[in-house]
């Protein structure tokens, strides 16, 4: 589906074709979805419901509340950058940015896809991502813009961090690469109406160029991720899409907020435009993030979720972290267990021992 990068062998009269890691990564999601779609958790190896890996050790502690719900790893795990801009020791839910290291090169090693998002603290204020009290901060990041040379420390921090992601036999790491999420709202700086189409659209490429071309990180699969809308057009989805050339996966994050009709009705229709992009484009798609907060309805992945999914092609659905008092994914001792352990048996529902045999290289 995605343009090979052509390499000419040093010697030998023949050209070799060499797929870059995140084409091999595409192809690898491609054939992965003809089985069905795979299950995602964020931070999963960090806390949990009941336990915490992250504030009493550094250490790992080889737990996970899906691995202790259903006996195995969700096939994606999602990480967190927000706070290495600062060049801060912890991200922004403190876990340790060497542990993010670890346990992101750990879950690639046995297998797993891993994706990474990133909430920049404001540039401008010093608050956080939801600080959106100023509305010039992401043109003051652009070229010429006050921030713009304090920006470019921050992008260089996070291809730093991306440039350590290396297997043990020293190769690059394959990432799903998810930022400026949401956009079409507007609770982070860089959201609807914090900034022009235009302003939006030169942030994305700025980071891309920067991080693809600048630092020539070939292992990061660019994923455009807006927030559920249940409205989508043609029109007001390109507004902000930086291009089809920039982007591999489209997906949105899609969380049940209000009532279950609601949910359904809103991620149906969007489903059904985003899908139907993704396949005249020749892109991915994937519900970049979702869940029901703290999870009232015991039944809610087999009864709300699946059967939405089933519906369509989709690479996969990642849950949003499990932490104290904001959780969205399993645990053994959560009334909702049940129901997840059916999710799991499902024939469609793909977890790490269901994605393993096939390698990021499809050997
Ligand atoms: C949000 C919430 C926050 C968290 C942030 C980044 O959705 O879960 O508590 O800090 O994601 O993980």
Redesign the pocket.
């Known amino acids: 589906m995605i343009g090979a990068a052509l390499m000419m062998a040093a010697c030998g009269p023949k050209a070799v074709v060499e797929k870059t890691l995140s084409e091999q990564l595409a192809d690898r999601l491609q054939t992965l979805q003809q089985r069905g779609y795979m299950m995602g958790h ?2 999963d190896p960090f806390y949990g419901v009941t336990w915490d890996g992250t504030y009493v050790s550094a250490e790992p502690l080889d737990s996970s509340d899906v691995l202790r719900t259903v006996g195995d790893y969700p096939a994606v795990m999602g990480f ?1 950058l ?1 706070g290495i801009e600062m060049g801060d020791a912890r ?3 403190s876990v340790p940015f060497s542990r993010i290291h670890d346990e992101l090169i750990a879950h690639c090693e046995r297998g797993g896809i891993v994706t990474l ?1 990133w ?1 920049p603290r404001n540039p401008r204020t010093g608050g956080t991502a939801w600080d959106v009290t100023d509305s010039t901060v992401v043109r003051n990041v652009l070229p010429g813009g006050e921030q713009h040379d304090k920006f470019q420390t921050w992008m260089q921090r996070v291809g730093d961090f991306i440039a350590d992601l290396k297997t043990s036999d020293g190769q690059p790491v394959p990432v799903i690469f998810r930022p400026w999420h949401e956009n079409n709202g507007s609770w982070f700086w860089w959201g609807q109406k914090l900034c022009t189409d235009d302003e939006f659209r030169a942030l994305w490429n700025m980071l891309q160029d920067y991080l693809r071309d600048e630092r020539g990180f070939s292992n990061l699969l660019w994923s455009y991720s807006p927030n559920l809308d249940g409205g989508w057009t043609e029109e007001r989805f390109l507004q902000r899409y930086p291009g089809n050339d920039r982007v591999t996966l489209i997906g949105e994050d899609a969380y049940q907020w209000g009532t279950e009709e609601d949910f359904k009705t809103a991620l149906t229709a969007d489903l059904d435009y985003l899908c139907d992009f993704a396949k005249r484009n020749d892109k991915l798609f994937a519900i970049t ?1 979702c869940g029901l907060k703290n999870m009232p309805d015991s039944t809610w992945w087999t009864c709300v979720l699946k059967p939405i999914m089933d519906q369509y092609p989709i690479s996969y659905f990642l849950l ?2 499990n ?1 104290r008092e ?1 959780y969205f994914g399993p645990a053994p001792e959560l009334p909702c267990a049940a129901d997840f352990r059916q999710l799991y048996e499902a024939e469609n529902t793909l977890f790490l021992n269901d994605i393993k045999d096939i390698k990021t290289n499809n050997k």
């Open positions: 964020q931070d967190d927000g991200n922004l839910d998002s909430h993030e949003w972290r932490y904001e």
